[in-house]
């Protein structure tokens, strides 16, 4: 069955320090997100990405966050200075587009800023 | 803007337990709703969804009722097993045009004991 996955499972850094999240999402897929889950809180939408742009981002998503689509398969979250409060369990998913199309989710890369 | 309420965890149940997780929603137009579920050390699987009201969503013995009126889809199990246990993500998805990111609630989690 194909799915997403996401590398590492687990980052720790140093604040200040940048950090690339990878994810390969599902090949056929149209549409890619992120979200992120701090520890004890909600599930919540940083972007979505569609045709080698950002379509959709929320507030969360400010100029410290970029996403890169830099091949065909791989799809990057870099925060480019990390802050403690970055800290998170950020998911990856892939959805084939539809409206109804189901979105499917990485196991997800607990980033652990220090 | 969307929202997505749950009712807090944890919940413990005994196996073969009936369970009820409340979930309540605000959105403009007609959203559709999604329970997804997270296993220990898994990302988030699409458990069930609703497309448009009185819809039934159902799958592994789980059930959830798109209600309109009362902006619910409360998930129900008439008998619980060990294996259920996970937390569990209620999320709706806009109706709005080329929006496709996910709310999710704050997640519940089940623990079922032998």
């Known amino acids: 069955e194909p799915e997403v996955t996401q590398t590492p499972s687990h980052q720790v850094t140093q604040m200040g320090q940048e950090v690339i999240l990878r994810c390969v999402p599902i090949?056929?897929?149209?549409?890619f997100y992120w979200y992120r889950q701090i520890l004890g809180q909600k599930v919540e939408f940083l972007v979505s990405?569609?045709?080698?742009?950002?379509?959709?981002k929320s507030e969360i998503f400010d100029d410290q966050f970029s996403v890169e689509r830099p091949d065909g398969s791989n799809f990057t979250l870099k925060i480019r200075s990390t802050k403690l409060e970055d800290s998170a369990m950020y998911f990856c998913?892939?959805?084939?587009?539809?409206?109804?199309?189901?979105?499917?989710f990485g196991q997800g890369t607990r980033l652990t800023v220090v | 803007g969307d929202s997505v309420t749950q009712m807090e965890g944890p919940v413990t149940l005994s196996e073969e337990a009936f369970l009820t997780i409340n979930c309540t929603y605000t959105?403009?137009?007609?959203?559709?709703l999604f329970w997804y579920v997270q296993y220990p050390g898994e990302g988030l699987q699409l458990l069930l969804k609703?497309?448009?009201?009185?819809d039934k969503g159902s799958n592994k013995g789980f059930e959830a009722t798109y209600r309109k009126e009362t902006t619910s889809f409360h998930l129900e199990k008439g008998s619980v097993q060990v294996s259920d246990s996970a937390v569990y993500f209620c999320?709706?998805?806009?109706?709005?045009?080329?929006?496709?990111?996910?709310?999710f609630g704050k997640g519940t989690k089940l623990s079922v004991i032998p």
């Open positions: 609703a497309t448009k009201a009185d």
């Open positions: 990405f569609y045709n080698n742009e950002i379509s959709e």
């Open positions: 090949s056929n897929h149209l549409y």
């Open positions: 998913a892939s959805s084939g587009g539809t409206t109804e199309g189901e979105a499917f």
């Open positions: 999320a709706l998805r806009g109706s709005g045009a080329g929006s496709y990111q996910l709310t």
């Open positions: 959105a403009t137009g007609y959203p559709s």
